[in-house]
């Protein structure tokens, strides 16, 4: 075997495709659970084109920590940023271009670090942390159930400069909660304190005691998600998983890059004078520079981590921690299609596809009794496989992992389609069209161009590189030479002439637009 593992093209082009394609149906679902879609199918295909079978028995995990890692970022407002781009005022083009970078950044920075940590944790800190996520999933569902309509049904205001205050007050007490249960603060749970407590620490800083304002009067989310990235970037360092941090970093810059570049490029790709969803082409753009982000981010760690296997505790050993394996497959399966396809019922019933009682249930009841169905399905034949194989099943860890990949990419495909089908425009070949091509190219690659098991060219000295200074050099000039870049080449084509294809938006100066922001 070949003691060096050199990545092949088709492991970036595998990348770049899947996010590619879970970003452009992330545009439909929208916010932190759309955002799971590229996350995921994007941290599976990491794992499968790596050659590595360390990496292989752990596609579950990648596809899980990838969802919830590039979830964050769905919470941040930045339409109108793009619409800054389009200004034609200058100081507007340059704050757009700027934002977009930072707003990308902030995006992608926990995408790699959520997929590399899938990568190099040891399987103690991966069981530690499904008992915590798995309460503050709860919170959030009652948040939405009792908690917050409890709140304003005693006069309080939830709208806090339109922030997402409440969850990670919520994801606090949910950690508090673990330690006081286990009697400890284990790091996995210290990693959940760590981006909820930053979150308040970026919001309250940022926010409340500088009064910046990146899109008023949108959302300030982005403070908050400036201080959860920096608590997961310090706590990962603290806890000997730097190597995640790093490649939060490389992807966040890269990231951050190309979020702002799909921007520029799309302000050229118009001048073209074609009528179609430029919006979406550049959603697509967008998925496909975070794809190539993700997979430079995880090459080092493909080419010369040690073998995950070698980090886990002995079977036995220890006290009782539960399967993360197991957990993260039925997340991926049930959690991640039931978050988004719910929402297609809202969209049926607005195009009078379905009627919205049927036999005294409301039409998003039968939804949720299919769902439920399909759920008792799954977890009886995941019991029936465990003690004794079921036979479509594939006995290679790799298998399984192509296997996990190609149902939940068709069944995400498939169910965005059923979702925009009742109201079908022929702008939509842009965006359904070109995806289904995706998704077929997806398949194509990831199933046939999967590289043999080769060895790592494990380097013990990898931990010890000097790489935070050195990577922050690198990204800040990097980003501020493409920024330049983006600004100089719109200004060059439209100077101060509004481009069009949104609302026109000024940040400074008299002619400000909506620059008063809310707070109540």
Wanted: hydrophobic letters at 55%.
């Amino acid at each position: 075997m070949n003691p060096t593992l050199a990545l092949a093209p088709q492991y970036y082009l595998a990348a770049a495709l899947s996010l590619w394609l879970g970003w452009g149906i992330r545009g439909n679902y929208g916010h932190e659970y759309g955002a799971m879609i590229p996350g995921a199918l994007a941290g599976l295909a990491v794992a499968l084109m790596s050659g590595r079978p360390d990496w292989h028995r752990r596609a579950a995990e990648f596809a899980w920590l990838g969802a919830l890692g590039w979830s964050f970022g769905g919470s941040i407002s930045y339409m109108k940023v793009v619409a800054y781009t389009h200004s034609g005022h200058s100081p507007s083009v340059l704050y757009g271009f700027a934002c977009l970078f930072v707003i990308g950044f902030l995006w992608a920075a926990p995408g790699g670090m959520g997929t590399a940590l899938a990568a190099i944790a040891p399987r103690r800190f991966l069981a530690d942390l499904v008992l915590p996520m798995s309460l503050v999933f709860v919170l959030w569902w009652l948040q939405g159930l009792a908690i917050a309509p409890g709140l304003r049904s005693v006069g309080v205001d939830l709208f806090w400069f339109d922030t997402d205050w409440l969850a990670a007050s919520l994801a606090i007490a949910a950690g508090l909660a673990v330690v006081a249960l286990r009697r400890r603060l284990d790091a996995a749970t210290g990693l959940v304190l760590s981006m909820a407590i930053g979150w308040w620490l970026g919001f309250g800083v940022l926010v409340l005691g500088l009064d910046l304002h990146m899109t008023p009067p949108r959302g300030d989310n982005w403070a908050g998600c400036s201080g959860l990235v920096l608590g997961a970037l310090v706590w990962l360092g603290r806890c000997g998983l730097g190597q995640a941090a790093r490649a939060g970093l490389i992807c966040g810059f890269i990231g951050g890059i190309g979020f702002a570049a799909a921007s520029m490029l799309k302000l050229i790709e118009v001048t073209s004078g074609f009528d179609t969803n430029w919006h979406s082409i550049l959603e697509q753009t967008t998925g496909a520079f975070n794809g190539l982000a993700l997979a430079i981010a995880m090459a080092t760690l493909a080419r010369f981590a040690p073998p995950s296997d070698e980090l886990d505790a002995p079977p036995g050993t220890g006290r009782y921690r539960p399967d993360a394996g197991q957990f993260a497959l039925g997340f991926v399966v049930l959690a991640i299609p039931y978050l988004n396809l719910r929402k297609n019922v809202e969209q049926w019933l607005r195009s009078h596809a379905v009627p919205e009682t049927m036999g005294g249930l409301s039409a998003g009841a039968w939804f949720d009794l299919g769902a439920l169905l399909v759920a008792l399905t799954f977890l009886a034949l995941m019991v029936r496989h465990r003690r004794r194989p079921i036979a479509v099943v594939p006995a290679s860890p790799l298998g399984r992992g192509q296997l996990l990949y190609v149902v939940l990419l068709w069944w995400i495909v498939a169910g965005n389609f059923d979702r925009i089908v009742v109201a079908f425009t022929p702008q939509r070949l842009v965006t359904e069209g070109v995806l289904h091509a995706v998704a077929l190219a997806c398949t194509l690659v990831v199933l046939g161009w999967s590289p043999a098991a080769r060895e790592v060219a494990f380097d013990p000295a990898i931990e010890g590189r000097p790489w935070l200074a050195r990577t922050l050099a690198a990204g800040v000039v990097a980003a501020a030479l493409a920024i330049a870049l983006d600004w100089g080449v719109v200004r060059a084509i439209y100077g101060d002439r509004f481009a069009g294809h949104s609302t026109r938006e000024i940040r400074f100066g008299p002619e400000a637009t909506n620059s008063r922001v809310k707070h109540r």
